[in-house]
């Protein structure tokens, strides 16, 4: 095959990356996502649907989702400007990437922990941004002298993201160590990516007033809306105007606006209900993973959790097996400290039930150590 000439003006870094695009699978239980699985009731549905009947498809949407900006900065207490929504926080996460990209003479740099989620790392490398990655403690902890030095290798970090909850270790780390790491960076930038916060009730580092070098992320993904793809951030005064440049206008649809308005005024009764509910399958789930024989479930502050299986080979037999029955889970045993382990999410009660009955037939002496 012959390679067209104009190859050569392709990144070099995006030949080793992946394409992240995931076939849909028909499933019995889809706990591969992080998802919130409760389903609307049919009410809210419906109300949904007579929202979206009014609005004009002929029309292009608020330019950067103004009515929306300004319930989401309501319930954090701050002025509109300081909200920017993008199409998920993936979307986001690249305008911080390319805001903050560094100048030639001066190559930017990200520092992630890891394990942590996938984009912030997948992001960079797509703009040619060099990330350092701090591998967590074997408890899934922030490694905190690791990250020190990582922060201040050559002229500093640009970008640094902490995911709290973190995906794919469910961990919520110590809310110290980040205070600490912000204060003792000032010449980074902080992502404090609250994405998963709402399976951690209480726990929040939101406040008015975080330090000029933080900027505060979360989604609705994780509270019954990932369809919409709506993300949104709070961002310190200077980067406002920054990220505002390197967004696109419209970029989140009229449909999601509309959709994500009606939610966040009439239904957080029903979303609270829904999450209620599955903060209590959470538990469910993590009872059904420790009958798994010499398994270890680790801490679960976000809506999945994470088990390590013994012998670590165990795992991608499993995940396999279980996705042959249409239970679909992570397998992430190839992850940095995650050897053997699988990431399962917190599915609606009739899918945990799902899960058990698989987990038995699939694993020799499921339930037999149960105390
Ligand atoms: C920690 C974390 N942040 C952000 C996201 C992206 O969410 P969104 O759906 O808003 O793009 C995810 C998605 O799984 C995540 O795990």
């Given at each position: 095959?012959?390679?067209?000439?104009?190859?050569?003006?392709?990144?070099?870094?995006?030949?080793?990356?992946?394409?992240?695009?995931?076939?849909?699978?028909?499933?019995?239980a889809r706990l591969a996502a992080n998802e919130l699985a409760e389903p609307w009731p049919m009410e809210v549905v419906q109300e949904i649907?007579?929202?979206?009947?009014?609005?004009?498809?002929?029309?292009?949407?608020?330019?950067?989702?103004?009515?929306?900006?300004?319930?989401?900065?309501?319930?954090?207490?701050?002025?509109?400007?300081?909200?920017?929504?993008?199409?998920?926080?993936?979307?986001?996460?690249?305008?911080?990437?390319?805001?903050l990209g560094g100048r030639p003479s001066e190559p930017s740099f990200l520092v992630v922990p890891t394990p942590t989620f996938h984009?912030?790392?997948?992001?960079?490398r797509c703009r040619g941004i060099g990330v350092l990655e701090v591998p967590l403690t074997e408890e899934l902890?922030?490694?905190?002298?690791?990250?020190?030095?990582?922060?201040?290798?050559?002229?500093?970090?640009?970008?640094?993201?902490?995911?709290?909850?973190?995906?794919?270790t469910s961990s919520l780390w110590d809310a110290a160590v980040i205070e600490r790491l912000i204060a003792q960076h000032p010449g980074t930038v902080f992502v404090l990516d609250?994405?998963?916060?709402?399976?951690?009730?209480?726990?929040?580092?939101?406040?008015?007033?975080?330090?000029?070098?933080?900027?505060?992320?979360?989604?609705?993904?994780?509270?019954?809306?990932?369809?919409?793809?709506?993300?949104?951030?709070?961002?310190?005064?200077?980067?406002?105007?920054?990220?505002?440049?390197?967004?696109?206008?419209y970029n989140v649809s009229a449909t999601s606006q509309a959709i994500a308005e009606l939610v966040l005024t009439k239904f957080e009764g029903v979303q609270k209900a829904m999450l209620t509910r599955s903060l209590a399958a959470r538990q469910k789930l993590v009872g059904l993973l420790g009958k798994i024989p010499r398994a270890k479930v680790f801490p679960a502050h976000a809506n999945f959790a994470v088990v390590r299986l013994d012998p670590a080979g165990e795992a991608t037999r499993v995940a396999e097996a279980l996705a042959q029955r249409g239970v679909l889970v992570k397998d992430a045993s190839a992850?940095?400290?995650?050897?053997?382990?699988?990431?399962?999410?917190v599915g609606t009660n009739a899918e945990l039930d799902v899960l058990a009955k698989a987990l038995a037939e699939v694993i020799p002496g499921y339930g037999a150590d149960a105390k």
């Open positions: 095959m012959t390679t067209s000439q104009w190859t050569r003006h392709l990144r070099p870094a995006l030949a080793g990356l992946d394409v992240y695009d995931i076939e849909p699978l028909p499933a019995k649907g007579k929202r979206v009947a009014q609005i004009e498809l002929n029309r292009y949407p608020d330019t950067s989702g103004r009515k929306l900006r300004a319930l989401l900065a309501q319930r954090h207490g701050v002025e509109p400007d300081a909200v920017v929504i993008g199409c998920g926080s993936d979307e986001l996460i690249g305008f911080l990437l390319t805001a984009m912030y790392g997948h992001a960079a902890e922030l490694d905190e002298p690791l990250m020190h030095e990582a922060l201040d290798v050559a002229t500093g970090a640009a970008l640094c993201f902490l995911a709290r909850p973190n995906n794919p609250e994405a998963y916060t709402s399976y951690a009730p209480g726990s929040t580092l939101w406040r008015a007033g975080l330090p000029d070098n933080v900027v505060y992320m979360s989604t609705l993904s994780k509270i019954g809306l990932a369809g919409l793809r709506v993300g949104y951030c709070v961002a310190p005064p200077a980067l406002r105007r920054p990220l505002n440049v390197v967004r696109n206008p992850l940095p400290r995650l050897a053997g382990c699988l990431r399962v999410g």
